[in-house]
C-alpha cells in the first residue's frame, strides 16, 4: 500500500466527491458529467481507475514529476559552478551576457536570477527603487549633437590601490560610448584623446557637456561693471579654444545630474570594466586602453546603445589629410623677448627656424601650440617656428622687476652664463670635442 501523501486541488476535490456520489449511485453519469464538466466517456474512465486506485487515481500521473521543458540539471550545475568558479560577485546580467559571448550557453536573465537566488546566491548590487524626484530629460534627437564628457576616479586595477582616471564620453541621443581613455590623472591631455578617438570613430560632434573644470572653463566666470565697459571678455582655457577651432561648442555645469547619462555609465563600467579587467589579469593602463578600444567598447555598444540613423547624424565627417597632431593642437598666447625667445612655464623657450635661432618682433604676442605629441611650435604670419626648452634655468617667478628681466636676457645671449661650473673653459682644461658641440647648440639654438 502506498502511504504517500496526496494534496488535491479544489478543482480535483470536486472530482472526487462527484464520483464517490457516483460510485454511491446518488447521481447519475450524466450528473457527474454536467458537475464536472467532463464528457460522459471520461467519467466512465474515471470511475473505473478511482474503483481500483481510489484517491490517488484523481491526480495527474505526471504532478510533482520533472518534465522535458525545462532546463537539465546538467545545465544548472554547469551554470552555478562557473559562477562559483570564475566569476564571483559579478552582478546577474553582467554574468549572463558572458555565458552567451564565451560559453556559448543562451538562458533569460529571469532564469539566472531565479536559480541563484533558489541556490542561496544573493544579487552584489541591489538597489531599491526610489521615487525620481524630477522626470529625467530628454535625450537629444540627432547623434552628435551633444555628447556628454567626465572622468572617473576610481581603482580600476584588481591589487592595486592606486586610483586612475578614465577620461570617456558617450552621446546623449543613442547612448553610444564614443571614447574612452585611461591616464593617472585628470588632464587635459586624457580630453584631447578623448576627442581624438571620438573625431576618429565618428567624426565631429556640435557640442560637448562637460562639468565646470578649470580645464574646460576659466575660473572667472563674470566681468565687472568696469570691465564690461572696457570691452574685456572672458579669455578661453586652452581646450576650449581647441574645440572652437575644430567647430565644436561647449557647455559646463555645476550638477552632475544635469549629465546624468555619463554619471549612469561610471557605475556600469566600475562594476563590469573592473571585473573583466580583473579576469584578463589586465593591470597597467597601456593594457587597460587597447581592451577597452578594441573589445570592450565595440561589446558594450553592440549591446546597450541604439544604431546611429544617417538620416538623424550630426557628426561631421573629416577629410582623409585631417592632421589630429596638429589640429587637436591646444595653445596659449605668450610674448616674445629679446627677438628671440619666449618665458613661460617656469623656464626659457629659445625659438628656432630649421634648427637655427629664429628672430621675431620683440612684445609681440604670439601664440604657443602644443601638438599632441607633446612638441610645442609657434604660428606667426602663416608660418611654423618650433621651439627648443632650456630647462637648465629656471626663471625666479617671485622677481618680476625690470632687473630680472634684464638679466633673464643675459642669461640666454651670453654662453659663458651657460657653461656650469664644471666647465673646462673655467677650470682651463682643454674642451672635448663634445663639450665644443654643446655649447655651440646652446649658443645657437641648436
Avoid at 21 to 34: P, Q, T, V, W
Avoid at 37 to 64: A, D, F, M, T, V
Avoid at 194 to 214: A, H, W
Wanted: proline content about 3%.
Amino acid at each position: 500500500m502506498n502511504n504517500e501523501r496526496i494534496t488535491l486541488t479544489m478543482k480535483e476535490q470536486k472530482i472526487n466527491d462527484v464520483l464517490v456520489k457516483l460510485i454511491a449511485k446518488e447521481i447519475n453519469i450524466s450528473d457527474a458529467s454536467r458537475l464536472t464538466g467532463l464528457s460522459e466517456r471520461q467519467i466512465y474512465r474515471k470511475k473505473k481507475s478511482y474503483k481500483e486506485l481510489g484517491i490517488q487515481s484523481i491526480p495527474h500521473k505526471n504532478k510533482n514529476k520533472p518534465t522535458g521543458r525545462g532546463y537539465t540539471k546538467e545545465l544548472k550545475d554547469t551554470i552555478l559552478n562557473l559562477y562559483n568558479q570564475e566569476y564571483s560577485g559579478w552582478n546577474f546580467y553582467h554574468f549572463n551576457d558572458t555565458l552567451q559571448d564565451f560559453h556559448n550557453i543562451n538562458v533569460s536573465d529571469t532564469f539566472i536570477y531565479n536559480l541563484f537566488t533558489s541556490n542561496g546566491i544573493s544579487s552584489p548590487h541591489k538597489y531599491k527603487s526610489r521615487k525620481k524626484a524630477h522626470p529625467p530629460r530628454q535625450r537629444r534627437e540627432y547623434a552628435g549633437e551633444l555628447i556628454q564628457v567626465d572622468a572617473s576616479k576610481h581603482k580600476w586595477f584588481y591589487g592595486d590601490d592606486t586610483y586612475y582616471y578614465l577620461h570617456g564620453g558617450i552621446d546623449d541621443s543613442t547612448g553610444t560610448v564614443t571614447s574612452c581613455f585611461f591616464a593617472r590623472q585628470e588632464t587635459i591631455y586624457g580630453y584631447q584623446m578623448i576627442m581624438k578617438q571620438t573625431l576618429q570613430n565618428f567624426g565631429i560632434p556640435e557640442c560637448l557637456y562637460t562639468d565646470y573644470r578649470t580645464v574646460f572653463k576659466s575660473t572667472k566666470r563674470s566681468l565687472t561693471l568696469d570691465e564690461e565697459l572696457q570691452g574685456k571678455q572672458i579669455k578661453n582655457t586652452r581646450f576650449a579654444n581647441m574645440l572652437e577651432h575644430i567647430g565644436t561648442g561647449i557647455i559646463s555645469t555645476i550638477n552632475p545630474r544635469a549629465k546624468g547619462r555619463i554619471e549612469r555609465l561610471w557605475r556600469t563600467f566600475q562594476d563590469r570594466l573592473y571585473n573583466e579587467l580583473k579576469k584578463k589579469n589586465i593591470n597597467n593602463i597601456e593594457e587597460a586602453n587597447h581592451y577597452l578600444n578594441d573589445i570592450f567598447i565595440p561589446k558594450y555598444n553592440a549591446r546597450f546603445a541604439l544604431p546611429i540613423d544617417d538620416t538623424k547624424n550630426h557628426f561631421i565627417c573629416l577629410d582623409r589629410d585631417f592632421d589630429y597632431n596638429k589640429e587637436l593642437a591646444i595653445w596659449s598666447e605668450h610674448k616674445v623677448f629679446n627677438n628671440s625667445y619666449l618665458q613661460y612655464d617656469n623656464s626659457y623657450h629659445i625659438i628656432l627656424e630649421n634648427y637655427k635661432k629664429a628672430y621675431l618682433p620683440t612684445s609681440k604676442c604670439v601664440k604657443v601650440y602644443t601638438f599632441l605629441d607633446g612638441s610645442e611650435h609657434i604660428l606667426f604670419n602663416d608660418k611654423w617656428y618650433d621651439l627648443l626648452s632650456v630647462k637648465d634655468f629656471k626663471l625666479n617667478v617671485n622677481n618680476k622687476n625690470k632687473t630680472s628681466q634684464k638679466i633673464s636676457t643675459n642669461v640666454i645671449n651670453s654662453s659663458k652664463a651657460l657653461r656650469p661650473s664644471n666647465s673646462p673653459w673655467k677650470k682651463g682644461l682643454p674642451p672635448t670635442t663634445s663639450n665644443k658641440c654643446m655649447y655651440y647648440s646652446l649658443e645657437h639654438g641648436c
